[in-house]
């Protein structure tokens, strides 16, 4: 599970469009067009589609920034609204801010009309892990491609491309554009994601990574065992990472337990 996940799914629950007709025709008219994309940027695009939770992706061979194996680079369908093949090549620090930027944009383009939530994109310069497991700056762009004839959000595409400004700096630089007005909106999501983790969880995952047992952990925190175990679980289902050396990795990454 993403961190962010569950809130970014109740976003796209407002959008009720299971039971329109779409036309297959755009969808394949749009594949073309993230194919003909990374044909001239090098990079790699997505087409996320609401109506069957799938995604369609586009990846140009020079990629390598992504670090995608062979097997992922040659997909061309995933059968997710996210592209986790390359959230995981992310530094955790920048996916939890990406995915902040996401539910902000998702949250104010979802609520406007059909034709003025297509003016709007969703900007961010994130660190990406390549083949030889070096992080470099990706440029990363979301925005809304259509919507159904009813006017509910269908189509989101999604973009990455290596950044030509490669200085180590802190952020995302999370922005939102209305393209027509030319007006650009600065987010400040740094201190957002630092409250990813509760002060309990952030006070488990310390205990974790000295080393304590889930049964030490409780006798040292006076709670119970199931107590602790279910923290240990809302851990890595936040932190998008399969056990605990990996959330304490994650955490250190993310300066999530500095006192």
Same mark, same amino acid.
């Given at each position: 599970?993403?961190?962010?996940?569950?809130?970014?799914?109740?976003?796209?629950?407002?959008?009720?469009?299971?039971?329109?007709?779409?036309?297959?025709?755009?969808?394949?008219?749009?594949?073309?067009?993230?194919?003909?994309?990374?044909?001239?940027?090098?990079?790699?695009?997505?087409?996320?589609?609401?109506?069957?939770?799938?995604?369609?992706?586009?990846?140009?061979?020079?990629?390598?920034?992504?670090?995608?194996?062979?097997?992922?680079?040659?997909?061309?369908?995933?059968?997710?609204?996210?592209?986790?093949?390359?959230?995981?090549?992310?530094?955790?620090?920048?996916?939890?801010?990406?995915?902040?930027? %996401?539910?902000? &944009?998702?949250?104010?383009?979802?609520?406007?009309?059909?034709? *003025? @939530?297509? #003016?709007?994109?969703? +900007? =961010?310069?994130?660190?990406?892990?390549?083949?030889?497991?070096?992080?470099?700056?990706?440029?990363?762009?979301?925005?809304?491609?259509?919507?159904?004839?009813?006017?509910?959000?269908?189509?989101?595409?999604?973009?990455?491309?290596?950044?030509?400004?490669?200085?180590?700096?802190?952020?995302?630089?999370?922005?939102?554009?209305?393209?027509?007005?030319?007006?650009? %909106?600065?987010? &400040?999501?740094?201190?957002?994601?630092?409250?990813?983790?509760? *002060? @309990?969880? #952030?006070?488990?995952? +310390? =205990?974790?990574?000295?080393?304590?047992?889930?049964?030490?952990?409780?006798?040292?925190?006076?709670?119970?065992?199931?107590?602790?175990?279910?923290?240990?679980?809302?851990?890595?289902?936040?932190?998008?990472?399969?056990?605990?050396?990996?959330?304490?990795?994650?955490?250190?990454?993310?300066?999530?337990?500095?006192?």
């Amino acid at each position: 599970m993403d961190v962010l996940q569950k809130e970014i799914d109740e976003v796209y629950a407002t959008q009720p469009i299971a039971d329109e007709i779409l036309d297959n025709g755009v969808v394949e008219q749009h594949q073309r067009f993230i194919h003909s994309l990374t044909e001239i940027n090098g990079g790699c695009a997505v087409i996320s589609d609401l109506s069957n939770r799938k995604s369609y992706i586009a990846v140009h061979p020079w990629a390598h920034f992504l670090g995608l194996t062979p097997e992922e680079a040659a997909l061309s369908v995933i059968d997710s609204m996210d592209e986790d093949c390359i959230y995981r090549r992310i530094h955790p620090e920048d996916l939890v801010e990406k995915r902040l930027l %996401e539910y902000q &944009f998702f949250q104010k383009t979802f609520s406007m009309s059909s034709e *003025e @939530r297509l #003016k709007y994109r969703g +900007r =961010c310069r994130i660190r990406m892990m390549n083949e030889k497991g070096v992080y470099q700056y990706i440029d990363n762009l979301v925005q809304i491609m259509e919507n159904t004839p009813s006017g509910s959000v269908w189509l989101i595409f999604c973009l990455y491309t290596l950044s030509a400004d490669q200085r180590t700096e802190q952020g995302i630089y999370p922005t939102i554009t209305h393209m027509e007005r030319g007006e650009v %909106e600065t987010l &400040f999501l740094s201190e957002e994601h630092r409250n990813i983790l509760s *002060e @309990r969880e #952030k006070e488990i995952l +310390r =205990c974790i990574r000295k080393g304590l047992s889930s049964k030490e952990i409780a006798a040292a925190l006076y709670i119970s065992v199931n107590t602790v175990n279910r923290h240990r679980q809302n851990i890595l289902e936040k932190l998008s990472v399969g056990n605990s050396i990996e959330a304490c990795r994650a955490a250190e990454l993310m300066k999530l337990l500095d006192l």
